[in-house]
């Protein structure tokens, strides 16, 4: 086996254990996106475009509220923001690549896969191939996860509205936030949120989502300011 | 119209990855913009969250005989007590289906 595969398959193996909630989770998606009436080939290409799951669990929700365009992409540029400070992690360790290489790792940059492969990188200085590691993780989530929406999407179709599946879309939410509201200032930011979206919610074209993470992200930079000179 | 917004929500998103791995030689972001990037999910889930949780078909707020917000406070104890992504999940759903059909 050469050393390129060998890396790509520890990328895939690594990448496992963060596997056992991706798979759910794309399950949930397939059955929102059914329930929510985007339709199955909608649903299915939506995990191949859009590839991150939080943003299309909120696509599919503001969708079916009746939402605008614009609403529903700048929903998901603000959800995805995130993505901007694994790039930025990333970037250092893929400089020499050609533009096809950055693109196709970009298109893999999920959450999981950034957590196991910059951890790679930051060990493997001098290794030249270390980006197949990602290219290992990144893939094998991405597989992952068409399987798991594929399977959402079946079991939308049999599933009876009357048992409340939409409610699972809020429950994701509040798994995916659980571990960070422990801590205060995370709290403080995720309730000024929940209130703002809450008194906005009868604005036109669904626009309280985006206000209400406008006044969490204002309170995050103000708490980042006391939090890092208090240091 | 279905198409064009995921288009458009797709080319967004993977603007967001790609940018900085186009750009930057070195890891370029200081310290205040990764502290704030790090509270987003806390700032934006919630405005998903509140409103599905709190707020009946119709828009109106429902604190009482709302079988949602017992749901979620169970999820949110769950979660808290477990950190696992699928607890938190199958409480909530347990304690909704619990409140609707049998109660």
Known sequence: ?231 | MIWTTLIFAGLVTFFTRFSMIALLKKNHFGPRLRVVLSYVPSAVFPAIIFPAVFLNSTGQLVFLDNPKVLAALVAVLIGYLTESVIATIVSGLAVLWLLIFFI
Request: charged share 10%; hydrophobic share 55%.
């Open chain 1, 1 to 231: 086996m050469t050393v390129k595969s060998k890396i790509f398959i520890k990328g895939c193996f690594d990448v496992m254990p963060l596997l056992i909630p991706v798979v759910p989770f794309g399950i949930i998606f397939g059955v929102i996106g059914i329930e929510s009436g985007l339709g199955s080939t909608v649903t299915f290409l939506m995990s191949i475009i859009i590839f991150a799951g939080s943003s299309q669990l909120a696509f599919a929700q503001l969708f079916t509220g009746g939402a605008t365009t614009a609403v529903i992409v700048s929903s998901v540029a603000i959800i995805n923001s995130r993505h901007f400070l694994y790039s930025a992690v990333v970037a250092q360790y893929l400089t020499k690549l050609k533009l096809f290489w950055k693109i196709i790792l970009s298109y893999f940059l999920t959450d999981q896969a950034f957590i196991v492969s910059q951890k790679y990188f930051t060990q493997q200085s001098k290794n030249k191939y270390r980006h197949y590691h990602l290219l290992g993780s990144g893939f094998t989530l991405w597989f992952v996860w068409q399987l798991a929406t594929v399977t959402g999407i079946i079991l939308g179709e049999i599933i009876p509205k009357e048992l409340n599946l939409a409610f699972a879309v809020p429950l994701t939410f509040i798994s995916l936030i659980i571990v960070d509201i422990k801590k205060i200032d995370h709290l403080i930011v995720a309730i000024t949120s929940g209130i703002f979206a809450i008194i906005f919610f009868n604005l036109p074209l669904k626009t309280y989502i985006v206000i209400a993470a406008a006044a969490g992200i204002l309170v995050a930079f103000g708490l980042s300011h006391t939090r890092l000179y208090r240091k």
